[in-house]
T-cell receptor
Framework: SQTIHQWPATLVQPVGSPLSLECTVE??????LYWYRQAAGRGLQLLFY??????ISSEVPQNLSASRPQDRQFILSSKKLLLSDSGFYLC???????????FGEGSRLTVL | AQSVAQPEDQVNVAEGNPLTVKCTYS??????LFWYVQYPNRGLQFLLK??????LVKGSYGFEAEFNKSQTSFHLKKPSALVSDSALYFC???????????FGKGTMLLVSP
């Protein structure tokens, strides 16, 4: 069965520091992968999605970037964090037939 | 463009009572509809989905949802609420094409003992 892993689970970073959040998927090949941000424990904002290696689509212009160096690896990065980057970041992969998303357990980022 | 509305920020219900969490949608073509639940500091968990077929869909943990095409609604229901059902619930929709899921803003369900 498919599983999705995110790490780190929790991260506290100072303003201006870099960021790297990693997401990996097992049990499926060539998945569509997504990064969402959830601020203040509520709505989901789609940040990036990828349909294949090296292919990234950005939904919202911002301080963050994403990369997909391998088929089942999706990385969210920043060169310099802002206070407004704080939030709960969720990675997901998509079932190609139903469109259902399967989410990781999330990474909570606090920028101080 | 597709959209989802969850009109209630919060729903309060007593344990043992029936619960309903509302969702309406807008999409071109036939909708694919989903409900997810999120517990604190956790990822979203899939509850149920409607793609085609019977309008009443049964899902995990005793939840069900009814697809109503004329009212463009997909309300989540449970006959008897549990305190452990307290969580944040998201409705989501996509059209039949190759589109991403669009999520509602979420409804917090609080079940009191």
């Amino acid at each position: 069965s498919q599983t999705i892993h995110q790490w780190p689970a929790t991260l506290v970073q100072p303003v201006g520091s870099p960021l790297s959040l990693e997401c990996t998927v097992e049990g499926t090949s060539n998945p569509n992968l997504y990064w969402y941000r959830q601020a203040a424990g509520r709505g989901l904002q789609l940040l990036f999605y990828s349909v294949g290696i090296g292919q990234i689509s950005s939904e919202v212009p911002q301080n963050l970037s994403a990369s997909r160096p391998q088929d089942r690896q999706f990385i969210l990065s920043s060169k310099k964090l802002l206070l407004s980057d704080s939030g709960f970041y969720l990675c997901a992969w998509r079932d190609f037939i139903t469109g259902e998303l399967f989410f990781g357990e999330g990474s909570r980022l606090t920028v101080l | 463009a597709q959209s989802v509305a969850q009109p209630e920020d919060q729903v309060n219900v007593a344990e043992g009572n029936p619960l309903t969490v509302k969702c309406t949608y807008s999409v071109s073509g036939n909708p694919y509809l989903f409900w997810y639940v999120q517990y604190p500091n956790r990822g979203l968990q899939f509850l149920l989905k409607y793609i085609t077929g019977d309008n009443l869909v049964k899902g995990s943990y005793g939840f069900e949802a009814e697809f109503n095409k004329s009212q463009t609604s997909f309300h989540l229901k449970k006959p008897s609420a549990l305190v452990s059902d307290s969580a944040l619930y998201f409705c989501a929709v996509r059209d039949g094409g190759y589109s991403t899921l669009t999520f509602g803003k979420g409804t917090m369900l609080l079940v009191s003992p």
